[in-house]
């Protein structure tokens, strides 16, 4: 009997250089913690992989099962199906060096910091550090709202390559992704970061470069006026709140907006806007300040404005007490 031979697939198929390269098949985000892991699944929900970077592997871990925990939270109000969960959950990657950005179209900055000036310093320095492992014509984008991107990219050799992408995640159903470009931005740019908001079902809005764009600026400001009110004793919180959802339309109030951002990133955002405009509207309420020095964050701590159970949703009973899992 004559021997059958056999011969691999893959002889017939494309070679890895010949294949049809898709435009922004692979995203990197540096910084996974909330606004990242936010923007990851918002992407990698698309059918677009993404690579993480994070400054240990501890802080990688603790990503990917709080990123498991927001998927688990889709499927038991059943917005998402176990295989639709496994499929996400493998287009994500995280990494500890940013060698792993080498095949990326697009890469995010999406670090924490805690006033502009620190955050200029290192995010400069993100900056630099992406384009040493990226391809030149690689798009790298910052989602920071305080930094202006051509101050951010000055010290760049492919400077025309940058452009601020600033995903909201404080509404519910947020659908807009903010672009700003830069001094040194090509249109090419601009453009191509335009089919990717739009690739990943969201709306781009032009904005011209400023602190806090246009998102940032509204949101603090309303939460500011309702603070007043609430101080002057014109309203309940509640009340404040519930006309501003039923009366003006919005998913939120401004009060529970607030402790879904995080009272201690609001009261950062209007201390950078409040240092670059010197304007008092944007000085933080006592009301915020007073909740941040206890701690009260929201409901990343179960307790801001209102109070909330371990899963964020807030309390019927406001004076229940609660033991919240990251206290």
């Avoid at 677009?48 to 099962?65: G, M, N, P, T, W």
């Avoid at 889709?74 to 095949?103: C, M, V």
């Avoid at 004793?233 to 501003?244: H, L, M, N, P, Q």
């Amino acid at each position: 009997m004559s021997e059958i031979l056999t011969e691999p697939i893959e002889n017939y198929a494309l070679s890895k250089n010949a294949r049809p390269h898709m435009k922004f098949s692979k995203v990197g985000i540096v910084g996974c913690g909330s606004t990242g892991q936010r923007i990851a699944l918002m992407i990698a929900s698309r059918g677009i992989e993404v690579v993480f970077l994070e400054i240990s592997q501890d802080k990688i871990d603790e990503a990917y099962e709080e990123l498991e925990e927001q998927l688990d939270e889709k499927i038991n109000h059943w917005g998402l199906t176990e295989s639709e969960k496994t499929l996400i959950l493998s287009r994500l990657y995280g990494t500890l060096d940013y060698a792993d950005f080498a095949e990326c179209d697009l890469v995010i900055d999406a670090i924490l910091s805690k006033t502009r000036e620190f955050s200029k310093d290192i995010r400069q320095g993100v900056f630099k550090n992406i384009e040493e492992h990226v391809k030149p014509d690689t798009i790298i984008a910052t989602n920071s709202t305080s930094s202006v991107i051509t101050e951010l990219s000055a010290e760049l050799k492919y400077r025309d390559r940058c452009v601020s992408l600033h995903f909201s995640t404080t509404a519910p159903d947020a659908t807009i992704v903010e672009i700003v470009r830069g001094l040194y931005t090509k249109e090419e740019v601009c453009v191509n970061v335009r089919k990717f908001a739009k690739l990943i079902n969201k709306i781009p809005v032009p904005v011209e470069e400023s602190p806090g764009l246009v998102s940032v600026r509204l949101g603090v400001s309303l939460i500011s006026e309702a603070c007043n009110l609430l101080m002057e004793g014109v309203a309940t919180k509640e009340d404040i709140d519930f006309v501003s959802r039923k009366g003006i339309g919005m998913s939120l109030g401004p009060l529970e907006m607030a402790d879904k951002i995080g009272l201690q990133r609001v009261v950062r955002w209007m201390d950078n806007l409040y240092n670059e405009f010197g304007d008092r509207k944007y000085k933080p309420s006592p009301i915020i300040k007073k909740l941040v020095r206890a701690k009260h964050y929201g409901r990343q701590t179960c307790e801001g404005f209102y109070k909330y159970d371990g899963l964020g949703y807030k309390l019927k009973d406001q004076s229940k007490e609660v033991q919240c899992p990251n206290d």
